[in-house]
């Protein structure tokens, strides 16, 4: 059983930066692809970025650009560098491990373990 522990979300303004952290219990076969989603109120979630073991990332067309994911093995921690933040980016945001070799956070059902998430609200 893989335990995911968010942190860093916060309230900011418009144009603000927030780091968000994921410690994982472990590096496994099930933490091969780590992911970040986030989830607004009354809408389905949403993938944001994704990076596997192998260093390779992926990123949604809202975070190009803004957002930066990375993960220090040594640690178990997954990291969302989050820069130019703006009011459409408020959500819970929530880290996510799977072992699929096709590292994308695209659907959420290709992710067997989630974090409790961590709110990220963006004030204009």
């Known amino acids: 059983q893989v335990h995911l522990v968010e942190s860093g979300g916060g309230s900011v303004q418009a144009g603000g930066s927030l780091r968000l952290s994921c410690v994982a219990s472990?590096?496994?076969?099930?933490?091969?692809?780590m992911a970040w989603f986030r989830q607004a109120p009354g809408k389905e979630r949403e993938g944001v970025a994704a990076?596997?073991?192998?260093?390779?990332?992926n990123y949604a067309n809202s975070a190009k650009g803004r957002f930066t994911i990375s993960e220090d093995n040594a640690k178990n921690t997954l990291y969302l560098q989050m820069n130019s933040l703006k009011p459409e980016d408020t959500a819970m945001y929530y880290c996510?491990?799977?072992?699929?070799?096709?590292?994308?956070?695209?659907?959420?059902?290709?992710?067997?373990?989630w974090g409790q998430g961590t709110q990220v609200t963006v004030s204009s």
């Open positions: 472990e590096s496994s076969y099930y933490t091969y692809c």
């Open positions: 996510a491990a799977g072992s699929s070799w096709y590292c994308r956070a695209q659907q959420p059902t290709d992710f067997g373990y």
């Open positions: 990076i596997d073991k192998n260093g390779k990332i």
